[in-house]
């Protein structure tokens, strides 16, 4: 099983709509989580840290379910713009910089 | 304007050969990495340092070497003992120890292939 799970995608969006997808983790003691944002042949950009239940900036919202190991990001009236891939990223408590890389989420969002 | 560079930004190497890829921060960072990724793949860790003069191999640090002679500079060294090299390079930053989070920030790449 892979410490870092998402469900590749695409994900094809309307404008103007919500879209939702989840990330589950292995390592039930991670603390802190994080969404990057990786344009096509791009280096990854820190979307939103996450370190208690979640997290909201503007359009985008992320929720952390300790219980069931997962994060969500939710982003709400879809731009353009927010086409790209959204990678999941856990740091685990024992082991201090070493962050692990979910594969990520593809996001399309059409006119 | 504080940041991570890399350089060169696409490089071709043929086999056999070692090339030198390039990581400068400015950010004060105590902490920088390696990755590499792959397409369709997520990033996979090479190698890491959390203090000047000082590093550890990540999850695949074969046929990889690295050197961290000053804070600012974390350079890669890709040998020709590593098999299939052709990939997409990241190097990152983070403040290091002494901070409760762990975000880490990008450069922008080195697509680096292998003819």
């Known amino acids: 099983r892979k410490e870092v799970e998402q469900d590749p995608g695409p994900f094809n969006v309307p404008e103007g709509a919500t879209v939702a997808f989840n990330c589950t983790y292995s390592?039930?003691?991670?603390?802190?989580f994080f969404w990057y944002r990786q344009d096509c042949r791009k280096e990854p950009k820190l979307l939103m840290s996450?370190?208690?239940s979640g997290n909201e900036d503007g359009r985008f919202t992320a929720q952390l379910n300790r219980a069931s190991q997962y994060i969500s990001l939710l982003i709400r009236d879809s731009k353009l713009s927010d086409s790209a891939t959204y990678l999941c990223?856990?740091?685990?408590?024992?082991?201090?910089?070493?962050?692990?890389f979910g594969a990520g989420t593809q996001v399309v969002v059409t006119p | 304007d504080g940041g991570i560079t890399q350089s060169p930004k696409y490089l071709f190497r043929k086999e056999g050969q070692n090339v030198t890829l390039s990581c400068e921060q400015n950010?004060?960072?105590?902490?920088m990495y390696w990755y590499r990724q792959d397409p369709g793949q997520g990033l996979r860790l090479i190698y890491y340092?959390?203090?000047?003069?000082?590093?550890q191999k990540g999850d695949i640090a074969e046929g990889y070497s690295v050197s961290r002679e000053k804070k600012e500079s974390f350079p890669l060294t890709v040998t020709s003992a590593q098999k299939n090299p052709t990939a997409f390079y990241l190097c990152?930053?983070?403040?290091?120890?002494?901070?409760?989070?762990?975000?880490?920030?990008f450069g922008p790449g080195t697509r680096l292939t292998v003819l």
């Open positions: 990152a930053s983070s403040k290091g120890q002494g901070t409760s989070y762990n975000e880490q920030f």
């Open positions: 390592n039930s003691a991670s603390q802190s």
């Open positions: 996450v370190y208690s």
């Open positions: 990223v856990v740091n685990p408590t024992d082991s201090w910089g070493k962050l692990q």
């Open positions: 950010l004060n960072h105590d902490a």
């Open positions: 340092s959390q203090i000047v003069n000082d590093f």
